[in-house]
């Protein structure tokens, strides 16, 4: 993981690390106080940045070419790209700008935090969600609702403060599956071009018993390393909806779900050979894709029948179930 801050009274300074650190953009503002604070964390292609500014900055920025969500913890931002302004306050997320736009407008005494993603992780979300045709773009920069705002928020809290935030080195696996969450998150809660269409009599055709072999395989082969439904799909080869059909009919279950326990079993593999006295349970979470401790630990009691922290020590519970 990487990690930096930035902290001037200078606009010029300021300005130069925006358009480093972001894209090329201008400033301006006449502050008192000129202070600027911004704290990044990144992890395979996974940014979060908190950032301060006590004064009203005025900027005008070129492209992000990165899905960019703000959410204003005190302050306000004002977008004016194309004219008019659009008003963002304290407990809203919302996209900053398309990625392949450049956008312009001004940060009002704000402290608020930037995540971003690569934008191509939301094609993968549609494909993921079920069907859909077309590019997949975002349309809008407010979520759909009240619900939609809230879950937004959480997902981007979940990576700021536990995926990115959190004590220790960050695994490629964590950032990226947070990524892909977060990717499914922002398509579900904001407006965008994705709309549910039928099943293809083509995936109906492929979603047969060795398109499940072939892609259980794949995913078995693989659980190491950062893949998703798109490349297991490939990986067979047939549309993703394909895949997911041939895992709902011939194992009740989903592609990625079916991943999630292959890791879990490699994770608990790996308890079971390690040494309590060299080897933690968070770096051997960390490694196979679990970000929160909690979570994996309640997963590997409900399918192993001991804490991980009993399979790590040798608990000899451990041995009738794995």
Not at 1 to 10: A, I, P, Q, V
Not at 18 to 35: F, Q, V
Not at 135 to 161: E, F, H, K, N
Not at 165 to 182: D, I, K, N, Q, T
Request: one cysteine or more; aromatic letters at 8%; glycine letters at 12%.
């Amino acid at each position: 993981m990487e990690s930096f801050r930035f902290d001037s009274g200078s606009l010029e300074e300021t300005e130069a690390f925006l358009s480093e650190a972001y894209t090329p953009m201008r400033i301006g503002g006449r502050p008192e106080d000129a202070r600027a604070r911004v704290a990044r964390n990144e992890a395979a292609g996974l940014v979060s940045d908190r950032l301060e500014f006590g004064y009203t900055m005025a900027y005008d920025a070129g492209c992000l070419n990165r899905i960019c969500l703000v959410t204003v913890h005190a302050g306000s931002f004002a977008d004016t790209t194309g004219g008019g302004e659009r008003l963002f306050g304290p407990g809203e997320t919302f996209l900053l700008a398309p990625p392949d736009r450049p956008y312009r407008g001004e940060v009002r005494s704000a402290r608020y935090t930037i995540t971003m993603f690569d934008p191509g992780l939301l094609a993968e979300a549609a494909v993921t969600g079920g069907g859909f045709r077309g590019p997949v773009r975002i349309t809008g920069q407010r979520a759909l609702d009240a619900a939609a705002r809230r879950r937004l928020g959480s997902a981007v809290a979940y990576v700021r403060d536990q995926v990115l935030g959190g004590p220790g080195e960050v695994g490629e696996l964590v950032a990226a599956s947070a990524a892909r969450h977060l990717a499914t998150v922002a398509l579900a809660s904001l407006p965008s071009t994705v709309l549910a269409d039928g099943a293809g009599s083509t995936d109906g055709r492929d979603a047969h018993s060795d398109t499940l072999r072939r892609a259980m395989a794949f995913v078995e082969e693989n659980a190491h390393r950062d893949i998703g439904l798109a490349d297991i799909a490939a990986a067979v080869p047939v549309t993703p909806r394909a895949v997911q059909y041939a895992f709902a009919r011939h194992a009740g279950t989903t592609p990625l779900a079916y991943l999630r326990r292959v890791r879990l079993a490699r994770a608990h593999e790996e308890l079971r050979a390690s040494d309590p006295h060299t080897v933690s349970v968070a770096s051997v979470a960390a490694r196979w894709g679990f970000a929160h401790p909690g979570r994996f630990a309640a997963a590997h009691l409900r399918e192993y029948g001991v804490p991980p922290s009993g399979t790590l020590r040798g608990d000899p519970r451990r041995a009738g179930r794995g």
